[in-house]
């Protein structure tokens, strides 16, 4: 380039195969797929499983959220200029705390629970399923409003599996209704960048622009955006990292344990296995969340199905 | 304690009748897969950034050892693979980065410094002192015979210019700001490193 001349633009001229690309920061989530794909996969690994009773209902759970997420029709998508001004401001634009419910979600709950067929649950399922059908509007929104924030009574533990699962429904709706240009990436990471949310596990891509990219998956809204990878998503070290998985298994899940901050957070390896889903795969290996705490180490967030006081 | 869904949580068989799952009735299948994991120990591997070695390109790669880095054992590497985060390559390896792992392993790989006498035929095993104590013996020597101090015109230039140095691709910028600090302040001029090759 000669000097004054005018700068290049930097666009690839090559091949569009070829070059190097950068992975999408954001995925948003297609509510047509993203919880029958979870039931599917459940039910494949409940064969077999320890907890095979605990996962076939977890598999239900999915099936029925799958019905609400295809048959109830979508809450009004948020306007350009809301979303546009979260941006600015690097925050979530369906912050999960803040944002305000349309009451189509409880809609969405009272159609969860017809769909659940609970004749051959246990008692106590079965029980909170009809503490849910019985409360009023205003005692359901307080206590999703308590999930949301993180200030639900210990002994909630059982009743706001329902609510969490009609609240995935409703922001994962929500989400997949944004438009993924005017979603940015926040500075805290390791939270969505649409509602502000934890993640439920990260995946490592085999597929796709940038096979090994790792992307996490949001525990409410469903959303995946990237993260590097070889970092401590809780703390950001790198030193004391390790890859921590059980002896004698087929590699597919591996805790990131972090010596600094002593959290893990789990990863799943698509290369070992295509089926692998970040929702269905977390609960099933609870076993690994077992051992990797007898080591000392405190999970980054917990999946919302599966809370702990 | 309120039940969160934003903080660190610990899962041990125990606690699990509190969680969710024992809450619902399905307490059995947390203490079956509680005693189910029982028998298993977990293993560790490390995963390491750094840069290939080969060229100029300086691809980043990851490096997977196994081994407890803080229990004084020797740790082994058994994998290097492209490090998708690195903007250079994401990812990918030329076939001479893809082989890294051979040449981690490879019995001919240079450990020690290595000495031909001139005339010599073949090279022997030296110390690190030797090596350097050589080095630098000659370095001086030819320094002290070919420096400039003054070109023709009596311009104070202080060159060395009978001697070069070429260092590695895997170059930081402040690897390379220490390269040029250390070889300049001898007068050396003719320096560069595989990096920018």
Known sequence: ?309 | MPLTRREFIKFTGLALAASSLGMLGFGESGEAQAAAVRPFKLTRATETRNTCTYCSVACGILIYSMGDRAKNARSNIIHIEGDPDHPVNRGTLCPKGSALLDVVHAPTRLRVPRYRPPGGTEFKDVSWDYALDRIARLMKDDRDKNFIAKNAAGTTVNRWTTVGMLAASASSSETSYLTWKAVRSLGMVVFDNQARV
Not at chain 1, 229 to 246: E, K, V
């Open chain 1, 1 to 309: 380039m000669k000097q004054a001349a005018a700068p290049p633009d930097a666009q690839w001229s090559g091949p569009v195969h070829a070059g190097v690309k950068a992975p999408d920061p954001i995925l948003l989530p297609d509510p047509a797929l993203r919880f029958a794909a979870t039931a599917q996969r459940l039910d494949k690994l409940a064969a077999g499983h320890p907890m095979d009773a605990w996962l076939r209902f977890m598999a239900r759970l999915a099936r029925a959220q799958h019905v609400v997420a295809t048959t109830l029709g979508p809450a009004t998508a948020l306007s350009p200029a809301v979303v546009a001004q979260a941006a600015e401001a690097r925050l979530p634009p369906l912050a999960a705390d803040g944002h305000r419910r349309e009451a189509i979600w409880q809609q969405g709950l009272a159609l969860l629970l017809e769909y659940i067929d609970g004749s051959d649950l246990p008692l106590a399922a079965r029980e909170a399923m009809e503490q849910l059908r019985r409360s009023e509007a205003a005692t359901l929104d307080q206590l999703a409003d308590d999930f949301l924030r993180g200030e639900l009574a210990a002994t909630d533990a059982g009743v706001v599996v329902y609510v969490a699962a009609a609240l995935q429904v409703y922001f994962t709706c929500s989400a997949a209704r944004l438009r993924i240009e005017g979603l940015r990436l926040l500075e805290q990471r390791a939270l969505c960048p649409c509602c502000g949310s934890p993640s439920v596990s990260g995946l490592i891509t085999a597929t796709g622009v940038i096979p090994g990219t790792r992307y996490l998956y949001c525990s409410l809204c469903s959303t995946a955006w990237n993260h590097v990878r070889a970092m401590c998503i809780t703390c950001g070290g790198t030193r004391q990292l390790f890859l921590q998985g059980i002896e004698g298994d087929p590699g597919v899940i591996k805790a990131e344990t972090c010596g600094d901050c002593h959290t893990y957070v789990k990863l799943l390896y698509q290369q070992h296995d295509m089926q692998v889903d970040p929702y269905a795969d977390d609960l099933a290996s609870l076993g690994l969340d077992i051992l990797v705490a007898e080591d000392g180490y405190g999970r980054h967030a917990p999946n919302p199905l599966l809370l702990m006081g």
